[in-house]
């Protein structure tokens, strides 16, 4: 079993704006790390984001950015090791892309990937699907309403 998922949504801003709004951190701090975030999305760098429903700073290794069209990160995966087996820190991948649509709106992609085969990981999976699906509709909120969609949401 191959713990993967695909999120996805549409936005109605321009993919440059879209884009921006999760590259910058004043702007990602709006709608998405609700505890702060610190570093611009740039390849190579490492960010923090924080989050104030899960308590403390979560680096981001930031692997590619291609400007207005891709982010890929890696961040560290809550889950075990199978049984028998160590456990060790290891990290998920996850993959942004922002197509312009025809219509003016931008299509935003989310894929992660990357959890050990566990009842943890699969656990842990779904949270994280939760959780991007849940960025996606905020910052669609944010940006066409001016609306901080988790503000009190999670405490």
């Known amino acids: 079993m191959d713990l993967k998922f695909n999120v996805a949504g549409r ?17 990602l701090s709006h709608f998405f790390t609700t505890g702060g975030a610190k ?14 429903d899960f308590p403390g700073a979560f680096p981001v290794q930031v692997v590619e950015v291609v400007p207005d069209k891709k982010i890929v990160l890696h961040w560290g995966a809550a889950d075990d090791a199978p049984e028998g087996e ?14 312009q649509l025809e219509d003016g709106r931008t299509l935003v992609q989310i894929t992660e990937e990357g959890w050990r085969e566990t009842a943890k990981g699969l656990k842990a999976s779904y949270g994280n ?22 503000e009190g949401f999670y405490k």
């Not at 936005?11 to 702007?27: D, G, K, L, T, Y």
């Not at 570093?39 to 104030?52: C, K, M, P, Q, Y």
């Not at 939760?130 to 969609?149: D, P, R, S, Y």
């Open 129 to 150: 699907c939760e959780g991007w699906t849940g960025m996606l509709c905020a910052m669609k909120v944010w940006l066409e309403h001016g609306i901080n969609l988790r």
């Open 39 to 52: 570093g611009r999305l740039e390849t190579g760098s490492t960010v923090t984001w924080d989050f104030a």
């Open 11 to 27: 936005i109605a801003r321009p993919a440059s704006e879209v884009f921006e709004a999760v590259v910058n951190p004043e702007h």
């Open 86 to 99: 160590t456990a060790s820190p290891h990290d998920t991948t996850v993959t942004m892309t922002f197509e």
